[in-house]
């Protein structure tokens, strides 16, 4: 275990995603998923349960979703990082998710190593969501 380790919350509204996330992560040593919620709403009080570094949060859920989730988190707590998770390459979830302050916006398949390197890029950014905002890379 490393010393430091980023806290990350898991946010999507399918229980089984959130799992798999959890365990793709898991290989990861420098990374420790510290909480899920199902919702945007979810993830508002468990931000203030578990303190997270960064969010992963999926941009279309029911009840609160995403883009509306990240604004309301860029807004009460600047220091954590947001990173959308879409369906989308770059469409309307993409582009909605970097508006409300999503650093970088990823595919749901990404692997766990491009889910590692966006979570260790946001997290080590002095000014989340502002100025060299990060975009998913072509592979």
């Not at 945007?40 to 609160?64: R, Y």
């Not at 390459?89 to 409300?100: K, V």
């Amino acid at each position: 275990m490393v010393a430091t380790q980023i806290r990350v919350l898991v946010v999507d509204d399918s229980a089984k995603f959130r799992k798999v996330v959890r365990q793709l992560l898991t290989s990861e040593e420098d990374i420790a998923v510290v909480g899920e919620a199902g919702d945007g709403a979810a993830a508002l009080v468990k931000i203030g349960e578990v303190t997270p570094d960064v969010v992963l949060m999926d941009c279309s859920m029911p009840g609160m979703g995403g883009v509306e989730a990240t604004r309301l988190i860029r807004g009460r707590h600047p220091r954590i990082h947001v990173i959308g998770l879409s369906n989308e390459e770059q469409g309307r979830e993409f582009q909605e998710m970097r508006a409300a302050g999503a650093e970088a916006v990823i595919p749901k398949a990404a692997g766990h190593q491009e889910i590692g390197d966006a979570i260790r890029t946001s997290a080590t950014s002095q000014f989340p969501a502002g100025g060299a905002n990060q975009e998913r890379r072509s592979q």
